[in-house]
Antibody, heavy 118, light 105 residues
Framework: QVQLKESGPGLVQPSQTLSLTCTVS????????VHWVRQPPGKGLEWMGR???????SYNSALKSRLSISRDTSKNQVFLKMNSLQTDDTGTYYC????????????WGQGVMVTVSS | IQLTQSPSLLSASVGDRVTLSCKGS??????LAWYQQKLGEAPKLLIY???SLQTGIPSRFSGSGSGTDYTLTISSLHSEDLATYYC????????FGGGTKLELK
């Protein structure tokens, strides 16, 4: 069955770089797009970026200067790296699978909570 | 495209018919989905392409709309429906609405 699972450090210091991994199973990264979405505590959802099935990437313009998404298809993994972290980057980070011609999200990972604090 | 959901908080009773609204800043061309999120859980897809019910979702959930205005309707509220609901557009980029929290009256 389709599964996505995020992993990474729970605590990151301000100004440092966040590195997260999304490990997928039940589908191929060369057939489906994978997106990253985050959610600050008690707030709404924010789309961050996309890894397309062909390796192309798209980013939220508000995060573009700090964000990088890559993948390793042999390991079924998609990576998120975001630098210059601040306290307002604290939240739960999700990876999710894009479905259909324009990507609605049908399967989500459980999410990983990231706290930015010294 | 920006999405505005209303109301931000809705109080309702079990058995009520509930309607949630989502308005886009531009034409969404029906590329509108709805998600349900319960506390501590990942969002769950309910409806995609305005009115297509995701597999396994109860038929009391339905979606409608066109252009810039869309609606999620719960025909008869169940206690397990208490959650926050987000609309999401994928016509031009990918953006979420601010959410409507559905609570018990």
């Amino acid at each position: 069955q389709v599964q996505l699972k995020e992993s990474g450090p729970g605590l990151v210091q301000p100004s440092q770089t966040l590195s997260l991994t999304c490990t997928v199973s039940g589908f191929s990264l060369t057939s489906y797009n994978v997106h990253w979405v985050r959610q600050p505590p008690g707030k709404g959802l924010e789309w961050m970026g996309r890894m397309r099935y062909n390796g192309d990437t798209s980013y939220n313009s508000a995060l573009k200067s700090r964000l990088s998404i890559s993948r390793d298809t042999s390991k079924n993994q998609v990576f998120l790296k975001m630098n210059s972290l601040q306290t307002d980057d604290t939240g739960t980070y999700y990876c999710t699978r894009g479905m259909g011609a324009r990507d609605y999200f049908d399967y989500w990972g459980q999410g990983v909570m990231v706290t930015v604090s010294s | 495209i920006q999405l505005t959901q209303s109301p931000s908080l809705l109080s309702a009773s079990v058995g009520d018919r509930v309607t949630l609204s989502c308005k886009g800043s531009q034409n969404i061309n029906n590329y509108l989905a709805w998600y349900q999120q319960k506390l501590g859980e990942a969002p769950k897809l309910l409806i995609y392409k305005t009115n297509s019910l995701q597999t396994g979702i109860p038929s009391r959930f339905s979606g409608s709309g066109s252009g810039t205005d869309y609606t999620l309707t719960i025909s008869s509220l169940h206690s397990e429906d208490l959650a926050t609901y987000y609309c999401y557009q994928y016509n031009n980029g990918w953006t979420f609405g601010g959410g409507t929290k559905l609570e018990l009256k």
